[in-house]
């Protein structure tokens, strides 16, 4: 068993290791459930952890990422179907807010994106996850998907139209009526 040692782990652990966050989102966008999604992680690091000795600089955050994409993929493959996939709960993850107003409206709006969110095809949401949440740029994105950097672009261009159609539609949104 390859186990890093003295340099090589502080050098993993510098390098790597502040990314585990994105990490876990990326996982937890895919994979729609936070209990797989930390699973998912934990093997992904682990996974990286043990290739590290390959890693030849770079961008160490597109390649973390690419081995949590692969591993939430692998993992969609043995233990369920695309379309089987859990709705993912947004309102779990969330901090409170102030007040039970802005708490409503927030969760309101959280809850209607998280929806539209899950309308997307898995491509489509991994792309806009990686770009808008967590602030990916397109040649990174390119990197972590193994797209083509023209068709990250087209890809996210159609997600991003496709989620305003869905946000913008009548009946997506509760009209709220003073009284």
Known sequence: MDVL?????ARF???VLP???AAFNLARW?????S??????????LRAFRAFGTYRS?????????IVRNSCYTWMEKNRSMDNAVEFDESLHLSPL???????MAGSDRELLTKALGQLSPRSREVIVLRELEGCSYKEIASITAMPIGTVMSTLARARARLQEFLTLPGSKEVVHDV
Request: glycine share 8%; no cysteine.
């Open 5 to 9: 040692e003295g340099e090589d782990r």
């Open 58 to 66: 770079g961008n160490a955050r597109a390649w973390l990422l690419q």
């Open 19 to 21: 990314h585990l966050d």
């Open 98 to 104: 102030p007040g039970p107003e802005a708490q409503a």
């Open 30 to 34: 895919l994979l729609r459930s936070r």
């Open 36 to 45: 797989d999604a930390e699973d998912v992680t934990q093997e992904a690091v």
């Open 13 to 15: 652990e510098a390098i």
